[in-house]
């Protein structure tokens, strides 16, 4: 069953950088279009950042510029390179599938950005 592991979260100050990493099962990144989601407390997990099995990427608006998605699919990982990280990027991040498929979610990993 194909399984997505994230990590490279951690506590890193406004205006920092993190990359965050998703290791994916063998030919998942061949057969799936890829997103990293956050979540905050008291919210419903958002679409940050999404790349098509083709390497494509699309961005929702709020981190659109210091975001950047990508693949190397010799390694069968998916990054989220974050730069200009403000508070309110704080969130549990995920990867899944784009749509999301619910077997996929892992335990995701944390980021918080201090002020």
């Known amino acids: 069953q194909a399984q997505l592991m994230e990590s490279g979260g951690g506590l890193v100050q406004a205006g920092g950088s993190l990359r965050l990493s998703c290791e994916a099962s063998r030919n998942v990144l061949a057969k799936y279009f890829l997103g990293w989601y956050r979540q905050t407390p008291g919210n419903q997990r958002e679409l940050v950042a999404s790349i098509t099995n083709r390497g494509i990427p699309t961005y929702t608006d709020a981190v659109k510029g210091r975001f950047t998605i990508s693949r190397d699919v010799a390694k069968n990982t998916v990054y989220l390179q974050m730069d200009s990280l403000k508070p309110e990027d704080s969130a549990v991040y995920y990867c899944?599938?784009?749509?999301?498929?619910?077997?996929?979610w892992g335990q995701g990993t944390q980021v918080t950005v201090s002020s």
């Open positions: 899944n599938s784009n749509p999301p498929i619910r077997q996929f």
